[in-house]
């Protein structure tokens, strides 16, 4: 065995919906005990559609994480005016800034409002100590767990920190919206194997089937609840608000309901260094490896990351249906077609179109940390299978070379002449192909004329290639 498996034997719920019921209850109390609103329309409650006798006048409409796709929703609501309340401000911003709903319909609830974070928090614990990593939620691409297993990996092997990671919850393949694998992946199989090829210090420990708010029973060396989630349903995190509220301190991703999270038992990892927008595991591996850097850097530097403060104020304005079929309309049509994927909850299949892919790029600059940093280093990558054999060595020697990730992107060669991509190439340092073939001549004369001088292209290749490039490229060998 690669490493431990505890299973605590329970009937399996859907972990998304353990949260969604806990958080209901909270939310509904909140809006009924502040505001008087008894009957609050939470749209992605378990019990599904509202049952109407008849058209209500007034709804207040509650958003939890799937907001994108309740929102393509709307032209089934048959209210006539709603007003509406999320977790976070990042979904607020996204909402007004790239949706277009009008500011003050929306309001934002305290997140310490629903769940206050206990009065006595255990100390964040030493480089040095014995340290306990412990998520728990759903084990799911989507969550980023994978570059939780990398990053606990890099602070064993590169910084000798004694750390065991604790993976507490059930595996499911729902994917991130970086990748389109959730009809042909076993993610449970993919995280095994990619832990049981790393030569752990310490092995990590998986234990399934657990009830909700178990795991904080049980008893953990030096803990510290950990998520890098960069999923982009993550507006609130009851698993992190339950671990504040029982007083541990905690390893976050400054991303989305994250951003919101206080205090100074609190470390939060800036989300460039944890989003891998290619999909690619080996550019996360080494996105991961920065990553393992900045924080045993900044461990005892708690304050690097301010607190996004929620903007709390009671916005009573309504917005009519007819104006949020004004405002849906006028996004699909911004957007196009694909944004039926928005409504089917495939926002990956979404992402994956290029005026979907600049969507998510302005959701990522409100849901992330605020660093956003102009890419110098493009690397441009084809199948990180075994289909092109040298592929993975050429990254490998690029990444090796390179000491700034923060830096680097990979792109995707099917979408290497997207417009936005030529734009940011035109202010690059270095675009790098790690593979090479005789069809990629005239796409590299392309770039050659239309990009600047002072952009370097470099071409990986396990054989040497006719001369009928310009001096201008500079190639590099690599052994099949």
């Known amino acids: 065995m690669y490493m431990q498996i505890r299973v605590i034997d329970r009937i399996y719920e859907d ?190 420990e998986v234990i399934s089937e657990v009830e909700q708010g178990e795991w904080r029973k049980m008893k953990f060396a030096n803990k510290l609840y950990v998520s890098f989630s960069t999923y982009n349903c993550e507006d609130y995190g009851v698993s992190v608000a339950e671990a504040q509220e029982h007083g541990w301190p905690c390893l976050l991703s400054n991303w989305g309901g994250y951003k919101e999270v206080e205090g100074s038992h609190v470390l939060k990892v800036p989300s460039s260094y944890l989003i891998e927008s290619s999909g690619e595991q080996i550019a996360l591996k080494y996105r991961c490896r920065y990553a393992a850097s900045w924080i045993y850097k900044n461990w005892e530097n708690r304050s690097i990351i301010k607190d996004d403060k929620a903007k709390v104020k009671n916005n009573e304005v309504y917005l009519s249906i007819k104006k949020i079929d004004k405002i849906r309309k006028k996004f699909i049509e911004k957007y196009g077609t694909p944004t ?5 909850g495939q926002a990956n299949k979404f992402y994956a ?81 790690c593979f090479w073939n005789r069809s990629l001549v005239s796409t590299v004369r392309f770039l050659e004329t239309c990009l600047p001088s002072t952009v370097n292209i470099c071409i990986y290749s396990n054989e040497k290639q006719e001369n009928d490039l310009s001096p201008r490229i500079k190639w590099r060998w690599i052994e099949s």
């Open 15 to 204: 972990l998304c919906y353990k949260s969604i019921e806990a958080l209901e209850a909270r939310v509904k109390d909140f809006l009924s005990n502040n505001y008087g609103i008894k009957k609050p329309w939470i749209v992605d409650s378990i019990e599904g559609s509202r049952n109407y006798e008849q058209p209500e006048e007034f709804v207040d409409i509650v958003f939890f994480g799937s907001f994108l796709q309740r929102f393509f929703e709307s032209g089934n609501w048959v209210s006539h005016s709603v007003r509406f309340w999320v977790l976070c401000n990042s979904v607020k911003r996204v909402l007004v800034e790239d949706i277009g709903i009008p500011d003050e319909t929306i309001n934002v609830i305290p997140r310490y409002a629903l769940y206050p974070k206990a009065d006595d928090i255990a100390v964040f614990p030493r480089k040095n100590e014995e340290i306990s990593f412990v998520y728990a939620g759903r084990i799911s691409e989507s969550k980023n767990i994978e570059a939780l297993v990398y990053i606990t990996y890099y602070l064993q092997k590169n910084f000798a920190m004694k750390i065991k990671l604790y993976l507490i919850g059930n595996t499911d393949n729902v994917s991130s919206i970086y990748s389109l694998k959730e009809d042909q992946f076993n993610f449970e199989k993919r995280l095994f194997e990619l832990m049981g090829n790393l030569d752990w210090l310490i092995q990590p």
């Open 340 to 344: 039926l994927y928005l409504a089917r």
């Open 353 to 433: 179109d290029k005026n979907g892919r600049k969507f998510f790029e302005s959701f990522q600059a409100k849901f992330g940390s605020g660093e956003k940093t102009s890419p110098k280093i493009f690397i441009i990558i084809n199948d990180m299978s075994e289909k092109i054999s040298y592929a993975k060595d050429a990254v490998e020697k690029i990444m090796n070379d390179n000491t700034a990730m923060e830096d680097v992107e990979f792109i995707k060669l099917n979408e290497l002449m997207w417009k936005n991509n030529i734009i940011k190439f035109k202010f690059a340092e270095k675009i790098i192909f």
